[in-house]
């Protein structure tokens, strides 16, 4: 996974070099979604159950003309986590259902592929999918003493949408945890990774060459 990552970061750094920065059409929206989201565990051993969870902040992308593809990026907040039943084991005696968030600074870096040779119908619908790594900087969590939590997280992620009038694009994002992003302290082995799928609207503000 780490080699796939790495592979990813080159293919960004190559096309961000190849392109010549003054032909590429840059741009910047703000963003709302929603995040669904659950704690993959190494181990079957409780109850988990979604939990839903807001996104907020800024999206940049820069295009490169002729070609169709380009870089996106960004800064949100997003809230993930899941419903832990912890009760059922005997282990954790004293606890119950317990709603465990984690409030991340998400920063992607995606290579993305827009459609934007249409005979002219891309000026009012135009697709695109993208997919890249993500980070994630570790705000805030519940406070569940059964529970530690890394600084950071990070992911790959992959989405696909349509963007209409040139100014709003919404879409849809899976997000694979490839790093721990929680770790019960009685049992080293029963740890988590981030699992979720977001829906998003951006709305950009302005564009230039």
């Known amino acids: 996974m780490k080699k796939i990552i790495t592979s990813i970061f080159v293919a960004i750094a190559m ?16 963003t709302l979604g929603a995040d669904f989201s659950t704690l993959k565990f190494k181990q ?37 986590g899941a419903n832990l039943h912890l009760g059922e084991k005997k282990v954790w005696e004293g606890y ?4 465990a968030f984690l409030h991340y600074l998400h920063i992607p870096v995606n290579l993305k592929f827009k459609w934007t040779r249409m005979n002219g119908l891309e000026d009012y619908v135009a697709p695109f999918v993208y997919g890249g790594p993500s980070i994630g900087f570790l705000l805030g969590h519940s406070h569940i003493p059964a529970l530690k939590y890394p600084l950071a997280d990070i992911g790959l992620e992959v989405g696909f949408g349509v963007e209409v009038l040139k100014k709003w694009q919404i879409s849809a994002v899976h997000n694979w945890g490839v790093t721990y992003c929680a770790q019960t302290k009685l049992l080293d082995d029963f740890s988590a990774k981030n699992r979720s799928w977001s829906v998003r609207l951006v709305y950009f503000f302005s564009r230039k060459k």
């Open 44 to 80: 079957d051993l409780i109850t988990i159950d979604r939990c839903v969870g807001p996104e907020a902040g800024i999206t940049t992308e820069m295009m490169f003309p002729g070609i169709g593809f380009g870089l996106g990026s960004g800064i949100l907040y997003q809230m993930k």
């Open 96 to 99: 119950g259902n317990e709603r």
């Open 15 to 30: 096309l961000a070099a190849m392109a010549p920065a003054a032909s590429a059409q840059f741009r910047y929206g703000a």
